[in-house]
C-alpha cells in the first residue's frame, strides 16, 4: 500500500479497518451523493434534497467553530481501498448534560454488513467518553433497520424504550427504538 499524501486525509482516530478522518471539501460531491442517495438515506431520515452547494458549507470554517460545538462528524475512510465511504459522528450534543445522538452511514451498500459502521460507531463512543467526557450517548433506531438495531446491542447500547409510530417511512408510521450507553457501564464493559 502506497503512503497516504499528508494534504489528502488527516487522520483523526486510527482504526482497523477504517479510519475517522477530517471531511475534505474535495469529498463535498460523495457526501451530496450518500446524503440523497434513497438507498442510504431510507432510514437516517433525510428527508429533504441537499443541494452541493449546501454541502460544500459544512466544510468551511465559521467564526463559532472556535469555540464549543453541538455536533463532529468525520469521514469514514477504508484504508485498504484507500477512499472515503461514509460518515459517522455525534450530533445534539448537550454540554450542560453530557450527552449526544451518535449516527453512522455508510454511503455504499457494497460496504453494509462487514462490521465497519460498528467499527466507526465503537471509535466514535471511545472518543465521546474518553476525550468529550461525555455521560451518555443515545440513539434511535427504526423498527425495520435490523442491522442498525443487532448493532446497537452490539456496542453495549440498551434500550430505553419504544416511540411508537415515531416516523413515516414508505407510506407508514414506525415506531423507533430508543437505546443509551452511559460512560459507567461502557468502562465496565472496556474493563472486562
Same mark, same amino acid.
Given at each position: 500500500?502506497?503512503?497516504?499524501?499528508?494534504?489528502?486525509?488527516?487522520?483523526?482516530?486510527?482504526?482497523?479497518?477504517?479510519?475517522?478522518?477530517?471531511?475534505?471539501?474535495?469529498?463535498?460531491?460523495?457526501?451530496?451523493?450518500?446524503?440523497?442517495?434513497?438507498?442510504?438515506?431510507?432510514?437516517?431520515?433525510?428527508?429533504?434534497?441537499?443541494?452541493?452547494?449546501?454541502?460544500?458549507?459544512?466544510?468551511?470554517?465559521?467564526?463559532?467553530?472556535?469555540?464549543?460545538? /453541538?455536533?463532529?462528524?468525520?469521514?469514514?475512510?477504508?484504508?485498504? /481501498?484507500?477512499?472515503?465511504?461514509?460518515?459517522?459522528?455525534? =450530533?445534539?450534543?448537550?454540554?450542560? %448534560?453530557?450527552?449526544? =445522538?451518535?449516527?453512522?452511514?455508510?454511503?455504499?451498500?457494497?460496504?453494509?454488513?462487514?462490521?465497519?459502521?460498528?467499527?466507526?460507531?465503537?471509535?466514535?463512543?471511545?472518543?465521546?467518553?474518553?476525550?468529550?467526557?461525555?455521560?451518555?450517548? %443515545?440513539?434511535?433506531?427504526?423498527?425495520? =433497520?435490523?442491522?442498525?438495531?443487532?448493532?446497537?446491542?452490539?456496542?453495549?447500547?440498551?434500550?430505553?424504550?419504544?416511540?411508537?409510530?415515531?416516523?413515516?417511512?414508505?407510506?407508514?408510521?414506525?415506531?423507533?427504538?430508543?437505546?443509551?450507553?452511559?460512560?459507567?457501564?461502557?468502562?465496565?464493559?472496556?474493563?472486562?
Amino acid at each position: 500500500m502506497e503512503e497516504r499524501k499528508e494534504e489528502e486525509i488527516f487522520v483523526f482516530i486510527e482504526g482497523d479497518k477504517i479510519d475517522l478522518v477530517v471531511g475534505h471539501s474535495k469529498w463535498a460531491d460523495l457526501t451530496c451523493k450518500w446524503m440523497n442517495d434513497p438507498k442510504v438515506r431510507h432510514y437516517s431520515r433525510n428527508v429533504w434534497p441537499l443541494t452541493l452547494d449546501e454541502v460544500k458549507k459544512w466544510f468551511e470554517p465559521s467564526s463559532s467553530d472556535r469555540g464549543t460545538r /453541538d455536533f463532529v462528524v468525520l469521514t469514514i475512510y477504508h484504508k485498504q /481501498d484507500e477512499r472515503p465511504i461514509g460518515t459517522v459522528g455525534l =450530533n445534539r450534543i448537550n454540554w450542560i %448534560y453530557r450527552t449526544a =445522538n451518535i449516527f453512522a452511514a455508510i454511503g455504499y451498500p457494497e460496504y453494509w454488513g462487514k462490521g465497519i459502521a460498528g467499527e466507526a460507531s465503537e471509535l466514535m463512543i471511545n472518543y465521546g467518553f474518553e476525550e468529550l467526557n461525555l455521560n451518555k450517548i %443515545y440513539s434511535g433506531v427504526f423498527e425495520p =433497520n435490523k442491522r442498525s438495531l443487532r448493532a446497537a446491542e452490539k456496542l453495549g447500547f440498551k434500550k430505553e424504550g419504544v416511540s411508537i409510530q415515531d416516523v413515516y417511512v414508505d407510506g407508514k408510521y414506525l415506531d423507533a427504538h430508543k437505546f443509551y450507553l452511559l460512560k459507567e457501564d461502557w468502562l465496565k464493559r472496556k474493563q472486562s
